[in-house]
């Protein structure tokens, strides 16, 4: 079912809620720093006013109305580059139109990408990994909430929504497998590894209980009042545990689910496989994980290069 279209000209905000929750996604799940939010922000933001001007509702958004846009941004003087960083925070919002079912029709894809946009996904080395699971202090009270919840994460890959969204009922731990509802309502299985069985069960056996005695829930990761931890309290909890271990890089949600991808690959494992289990629709999309790390390709050179 579409959302509803946007409201009559007169009364269309300044900004509209589809950009907001595109903006939400763009920091929570997808980990942006929140400049480059605002730099989508204000791009979008140009684009909604140009539909405003057209009369056109997102939902009939065709690709004559994008190009009308980037003309006129063309004949403002704005640089390649610049016309090239509009076009890429449109068509990222379009997907996520089609993607939230705001709109019937993908449009993104009839617009091509400008050439250099996909950019290696920062990821971290398992050390860094290694001292982010160990950051949960053992005598803070969500120790055990918080230590299974990044075991988890580290251990799957899944999305801030759908580790937010997981359920009892799609976890089972006594064969090592959940089940995910990822983009798109694709439903995956993905294999859980021992250590994070070990964390979630004592998390499930010893603090789930308590928390959940206020108020009944399904959701496995609770709030101190029982409540699902949404997308953003996972995200504060990751950067949280991310500066505690005295990481430099910004942590985030995603910044694992990169690292689950890269340290498969790094390790042997299929390119499929990793599309599976990241659930994406695309291959192309996994493929940006498939860099080689610079510290792993100096070993292989010394290692099998015949002259030191």
Known sequence: MLLQA???????????????????????????????????QRDLNEFWNHLVELDVYLPDVTIQDVQKHLIRLHERGLAVSSICRHLMAIKMFLRFLHMERFIRHDVATLIETPRGWNRIPHSLHVAEVEALLSAPD????????????????????????????????????????LRCVGKGGRERIVPIGRCAIDAVTTYLDDLRPQLSRERRSDHVFLSRTGRRL????????????????????????HLLRHSFATHLLTGG??????????????????????????????NIHQKCHPRP
């Open 6 to 40: 946007t409201p009559p000209r007169s009364t269309r905000p300044a900004t509209s809620a589809p950009v907001k929750r595109f903006l939400d996604y763009l920091f929570i799940e997808c980990g942006l720093a929140g400049n480059t939010v605002t730099a989508y």
């Open 138 to 177: 053992p005598s803070d009270e969500y120790y055990l909430r918080d230590r299974a919840l990044l075991e988890l994460m580290y251990a799957t890959g899944l999305r801030v929504s759908e580790l937010s969204g997981l359920t009892l009922r799609n976890l089972n731990l006594k064969v090592g497998y």
């Open 230 to 253: 949404d997308r953003t309290n996972i995200w504060r909890l990751v950067h949280k545990y991310g500066r505690l271990a005295g990481l430099s890089k910004d942590t985030h949600p």
């Open 269 to 298: 494992a299929d390119l499929r496989v990793v599309q599976e289990l990241l659930g994406h629709a695309d291959i192309k999309t996994t493929q940006v994980y498939t860099h080689v790390d610079p510290v792993h390709l100096r």
